[in-house]
Nanobody
Framework: QVQLVESGGGLVQPGGSLRLSCAAS????????MAWYRQTPGLERDLVAR???????YYADFVEGRFTISRDHAKNTLYLQMKSLRFEDTAVYYC???????WGQGTQVTVSS
């Protein structure tokens, strides 16, 4: 069974940066698209960014040019570079693909002064 392991989260001050990683146990080519999501307690999981197999990229409106999604096929890893972080970016960040597989544990991002 394919597994996804997220990492790279942490505590950062407003305006800071983080790079999240999502390591897959198999080739990323098995997915038509791969995406980052985030979830805060009591709310639904929201799509943050998505990249298709062909490289087409989509960002949610709230990203406003601050995040960059990328991938490294050689490492079977998806990334999310986040800059200019805001308090409202605090959430657990998850990755998944299409077709979807069971969710991983996610990685906590906390933006706080």
């Amino acid at each position: 069974q394919v597994q996804l392991v997220e990492s790279g989260g942490g505590l950062v001050q407003p305006g800071g940066s983080l790079r999240l990683s999502c390591a897959a146990s198999r080739s990323l080519f098995m997915f038509n698209t791969m995406a980052w999501y985030r979830q805060t307690p009591g709310l639904e999981r929201d799509l943050v960014a998505r990249i298709s197999r062909a490289g087409t990229i989509y960002y949610a409106d709230f990203v406003e040019g601050r995040f960059t999604i990328s991938r490294d096929h050689a490492k079977n890893t998806l990334y999310l570079q986040m800059k200019s972080l805001r308090f409202e970016d605090t959430a657990v960040y998850y990755c998944n693909g299409s077709p979807a597989i069971p969710w991983g544990q996610g990685t906590q991002v906390t933006v706080s002064s």
